[in-house]
């Protein structure tokens, strides 16, 4: 059975940084991609950052780039992502996903199984 576990969310100011974490168990190896994804109030989904299995090959979302890394530790199983320079329109419930693909992409539908979500909320 595979779970993902996100943490790391909480109220920040914008400038402020957080570093979300996920946890996925029932993959191991570096085999599987890793994404995350955030769903803002009354928004659809949107893909901000993924990393394949290796770490060799990450993307990212045109609103994050610069300003989000992705990385993982797959000793850990552990994905993680660092966010800096916050803004108040990165407010959203942020979920992590992964994919039995090695290679990620930043569409939904590339992705097997989804963590429960964490918020994060950026006041101005």
């Known amino acids: 059975q595979v779970q993902v576990v996100e943490s790391g969310g909480g109220l920040v100011q914008a400038g402020g940084s957080l570093r979300l974490s996920c946890i996925v168990s029932g993959l191991t190896g570096d085999d599987y991609a890793m994404a995350w994804f955030r769903q803002g109030p009354g928004k659809d989904y949107e893909g901000i950052a993924c990393?394949?299995?290796?770490?060799?090959?990450?993307y990212y979302g045109d609103s994050v780039k610069g300003r989000f890394t992705i990385s993982r530790d797959n000793a850990k199983n552990t994905a993680y992502l660092q966010m800096d320079n916050l803004k108040p329109e990165d407010t959203a419930m942020y979920y992590c996903a992964a994919s039995h693909s090695a290679f990620c992409a930043l569409t939904t539908d590339r992705y097997d199984y989804w963590g429960q979500g964490t918020q994060v909320t950026v006041s101005s």
């Open positions: 990393i394949g299995g290796r770490g060799d090959n990450k």
